[in-house]
């Protein structure tokens, strides 16, 4: 009978402890969270030097009252690859970080998706921003499929990627004399709008991040 009891007093002891360890949940999850309003740039591109690149992530976000926080970026597995800002206290407001891709090591992190971690020092409690920082250094391709001349030149193309802008730009040398966002396929290029003059034309693939197509296809263009 005594071990009975013994086991008895057992299994109640873990089912209240399982107990409070719910309802300590549940009180933090109906818990008012003290960041709001966050905002995240979403796709970077590191080291990136295109013209237009986001080359690092910017993060900001409100403080519902004064706290003592730290900052840190953590992976897909929550793994902390770069710490931001150190144990500090921080007023009632906007706070803005920003992350330049790098991780503690000084390195560029591997593509992916990345998140901000704060922790509150008055209950040691972690906040993760769910917006993620898209981490994207890889160009998508283009090819330029038919190209027709006339009063309007019209250019068929080929991105590399789906999720990825077409851009045509005209350039007289190293000269951008025109860019323009294709939102069809062919995109027309109307001769008009260009003076007299010899011109290089190439078809760009842009992503999120900003990187463009390395070395685009171009053919030449002269208007008389």
Request: with cysteine.
């Amino acid at each position: 009978m005594s071990h009975s009891r013994a086991a008895t007093a057992l299994l109640l002891v873990l089912l209240a402890a399982c107990t409070a360890a719910f309802l300590r949940t549940e009180q933090l999850k109906l818990r008012k969270s003290p960041i709001a309003h966050p905002h995240v740039r979403q796709a970077i591109s590191p080291g990136c030097h295109d013209r237009g690149c986001h080359a690092q992530a910017e993060i900001s976000f409100q403080l519902r009252s004064p706290q003592r926080l730290s900052l840190a970026i953590v992976d897909s597995s929550d793994a902390v690859v770069r710490r931001l800002v150190g144990d500090a206290p921080h007023p009632k407001g906007e706070l803005h970080v920003v992350w330049d891709g790098r991780g503690d090591d000084g390195r560029i992190v591997p593509d992916g998706q990345y998140r901000l971690r704060v922790t509150l020092a008055s209950d040691n409690r972690n906040v993760v921003i769910p917006d993620p920082i898209v981490v994207d250094t890889q160009p998508a391709g283009m090819e330029i499929g038919r190209v027709t001349r006339g009063p309007v030149v019209t250019v068929s193309y080929t991105r590399g990627a789906s999720n990825v802008r077409a851009v045509l730009v005209v350039l007289e040398g190293s000269r951008v004399v025109l860019e323009k966002t294709a939102a069809r396929n062919p995109v027309r290029l109307p001769i008009s709008r260009l003076p007299a003059g010899h011109y290089r034309v190439e078809m760009v693939s842009v992503d999120a991040a900003g990187n463009r197509t390395p070395n685009p296809p171009s053919f030449r263009l002269t208007v008389p």
